[in-house]
């Protein structure tokens, strides 16, 4: 009789099968990501120069404007079309429910862009306005990349999209800086509420930071210290020092929009390029992930091949299992024991890449805690993100404990129809 069923040894090799199936959808997901964070780029440029358009009097960036549109949707399609064929078209399904609702959700959220652009073009908006609506669709987006970074089973490449997925929402904030300040140098005027939104901006900034350098290697960490060692950088921070230091009110700063505007776009665009390394180690590791599985599958084959040749008794014969000079009883014990060992080995090496998912399973459960109960407060207060940020922080303050704890709360309260966060 064999020693292991050939059943037994199908499955073995299916396990590792799905591990390769995985990885390829991943791969497949993370290229469509790095496309995601092009048209999240080309929304936050739009952004900017729409606050301008629009403070300006339609008088500025008229035809970057026109130019920067034909860029955002040349980007949106793209996307879409390898949505539609990574998502709904691939033979393999993702099995991410929630991934599926958010990319729904931001699709839909997308599909009133074409009205905010002709309220901008007509004037029928604010400057605040429109930074806002454009800052919830690049939200939408955004959401759609940390719940892939949820679903992906690969510990290296989790890391790697937790890191993007951080750097993402520091440029992101860093839009919303552009935007902000934009407002403020087009029309004249910076008031306390202006300033305190733009160091708030900058204080988030580099709360992702510090996650991004936590999950970075050293080539990406390397490429930050050059992003904040740039002369844009430093150009940056003189006009911020300058617009903390400016009594309320003051006017005369109109001719200074486009200064602020194509310097923090020059820090904007270095980020860009790193946001694109990142990008280059994703799609690398990827590689290298299948490739290292597909070597183990191909390693399993040649040991399962090797025990099968190992020589049984089948013949009926008389078999001296006690005799020195027979292997026959240690051959049967090898087998058995080999194959037992292999199919510890990859329970093991499952294990492992479970362990080295919690801590950044965890990160990713805090990030998306602190989101909901953003939304939340959002929703039922009528406030804006910096707001509700704001009001989490304060409470975590007022009781000595974390954002994640303080979010968790808000949400325990929703469900349970309670009062959510004191004023």
């Not at 580099?206 to 930050?224: E, H, M, R, S, V």
């Not at 003189?238 to 006017?251: A, D, T, V």
């Not at 804006?384 to 007022?398: C, G």
């Amino acid at each position: 009789m064999p020693s292991v069923s050939p059943l037994t040894e199908q499955f073995l090799l299916a396990a590792k099968h799905e591990e390769i199936n995985a990885l390829q959808h991943l791969a497949i997901s993370c290229k469509t990501l790095i496309t995601l964070g092009h048209f999240i780029h080309q929304l936050q440029k739009e952004r900017g120069i729409s606050n301008i358009f629009i403070a300006s009097g339609c008088e500025r960036f008229v035809q970057q404007r026109r130019e920067q549109i034909a860029q955002s949707i040349e980007s949106e399609q793209q996307l879409y079309t390898e949505l539609k064929q990574h998502y709904l078209n691939s033979k393999h399904s993702t099995g991410n429910t929630r991934l599926f609702n958010r990319i729904t959700f931001s699709l839909q959220c997308l599909a009133r862009l074409p009205i905010l652009r002709e309220q901008i073009h007509n004037q029928k908006v604010t400057a605040e306005h429109a930074s806002q609506a454009f800052s919830q669709h690049i939200s939408s987006l955004l959401n759609i990349l940390l719940e892939a970074a949820d679903g992906a089973s690969d510990p290296l490449i989790t890391r790697l999209l937790i890191a993007l997925f951080n750097f993402v929402q520091a440029k992101e904030h860093a839009g919303q800086e552009r935007a902000c300040g934009a407002i403020g140098f087009a029309s004249g005027a910076f008031s306390t509420q202006r300033k305190d939104q733009l160091a708030h901006l900058q204080n988030t900034q580099q709360d992702n930071f510090i996650i991004f350098l936590k999950y970075a290697g050293n080539d990406l960490t390397t490429a930050y210290a050059q992003l904040t060692e740039d002369e844009a950088s430093v150009q940056l921070q003189r006009l911020r020092n300058l617009i903390q230091e400016l009594p309320q009110g003051s006017s005369q700063l109109n001719e200074l929009s486009e200064v602020w505007y194509d310097i923090t776009t020059t820090r904007i665009d270095h980020m860009h390029r790193i946001e694109k390394l990142i990008a280059e180690q994703l799609t690398t590791s990827a590689e290298k992930q299948i490739h290292i599985a597909k070597r183990q599958l191909h390693e399993h084959k040649n040991h399962i091949k090797a025990l099968s040749d190992i020589p049984l008794d089948g013949s009926g014969s008389n078999v001296d299992y006690t005799s020195k000079n027979s292997n026959l009883a240690q051959h049967r014990l090898t087998s058995n024991r080999t194959f037992y060992d292999l199919i510890m080995e990859q329970s093991e090496h499952l294990k492992q890449m479970n362990d080295a998912l919690q801590d950044a399973k965890q990160v990713i459960s805090e990030q998306k805690t602190l989101n909901r109960a953003k939304l939340i407060l959002i929703q039922h207060l009528d406030i804006t993100e910096e707001q509700a940020h704001k009001r989490l922080q304060k409470q975590a303050m007022d009781q000595q404990c974390s954002l994640f704890e303080v979010a968790k709360h808000v949400l325990k309260a929703m469900n349970k129809d309670q009062h959510i966060i004191s004023s």
